[in-house]
């Protein structure tokens, strides 16, 4: 996974992710000159060091980004030195020639994964602004040095998985894990909660573009397990079957209003239930009640 996590628009914000991402000093940074800032005394020259750069960026707009913040990020189990090497190859690649940045390595979860903040005004003035094709990119070229080392790896879209949410933002899930609720879920649930209340449902488009994108994407795989299927070779026959697996292994067509929905709902059959009496409950208890001493 390549994804942007966020961006930086302050010196105080800057600031404050560096030391997030280094546990404010506890985990080592590399510089794309190669240098490794270690301890207290690193993080503070880093953030000085970004500080003295940002003071010098006048033409910035008053809600410019000063850093974009990367996470590139492997399944449980992959080595984590191979990705840190391969994070590290990634960056001198994609940024070396003109964009200042620091990445670390994070293990403290399942996932080895690695946080890359680059600077967003280049050396040749102009700044970094990256779109969605430049993330595919991005995928790819991650992908390929993580094959280099042995390890794996395609930059699948996420749409060919037969995945259709996105994955929440980063500030998103930073207030979840501080128990906050964000106002992204607070109006969604008020919405479908609306309607799960009121036995309606309301309309979107993208809904439907989902669906038949998804729908779309699906034939096309067993198009291809068709024509695999005719081929006659035992080989090509075989892969067939896979693909048409793949296809039945496929996740639910369910967006995050759906689960939502959903979730909502089995909440409500249950509050249902158990406000419902428990006639058979009462009938046990009236029983033993009329039963005759001994």
Request: hydrophobic share 35%; net charge positive; glycine share 8%.
């Amino acid at each position: 996974m390549v994804k942007i996590t966020g961006r930086t628009k302050s010196v105080a914000h800057l600031k404050s992710h560096l030391e997030y991402i280094t546990r404010n000093g506890e985990l080592d940074a590399e510089t794309e000159q190669g240098a490794t800032l270690a301890g207290r005394s690193g993080l503070k020259d880093l953030q000085q060091c970004w500080e003295d750069d940002a003071s010098l960026d006048g033409k910035r707009r008053r809600d410019g980004s000063l850093s974009i913040n990367i996470i590139l990020s492997m399944p449980a189990g992959t080595d984590a030195v191979a990705v840190k090497d391969s994070a590290r190859a990634f960056a001198i690649e994609t940024f070396g020639d003109n964009h200042d940045y620091v990445f670390v390595q994070h293990l403290d979860n399942k996932h080895p994964h690695v946080h890359l903040t680059v600077r967003s005004l280049g050396h040749n003035g102009k700044r970094l602004n990256p779109r969605k094709a430049d993330l595919q990119a991005w995928r790819e070229r991650f992908a390929g040095e993580l094959r280099l080392r042995g390890i794996a790896a395609e930059a699948t879209p996420r749409r060919t998985r037969g995945q259709v949410r996105k994955a929440d933002r980063g500030a998103v899930v930073a207030l979840r894990r501080r128990k906050i609720v964000p106002d992204v879920d607070r109006l969604a649930r008020t919405e479908v909660f609306s309607e799960v209340r009121g036995g309606r449902t309301a309309k979107h488009p993208w809904d439907e573009q989902i669906k038949s994108r998804q729908d779309a994407i699906r034939r096309r795989y067993l198009d291809y397990a068709a024509q695999l299927q005719r081929s006659g070779a035992a080989a090509d026959q075989e892969l067939a079957r896979q693909v048409r697996q793949f296809v039945e292994d496929m996740p639910a067509l369910e967006t995050r209003r759906h689960a939502l929905k959903n979730e909502l709902s089995k909440l409500a059959d249950t509050r249902r239930r158990g406000a419902e009496p428990d006639v058979g409950k009462e009938r046990r208890e009236k029983t033993r009640g009329q039963e005759p001493t001994r």
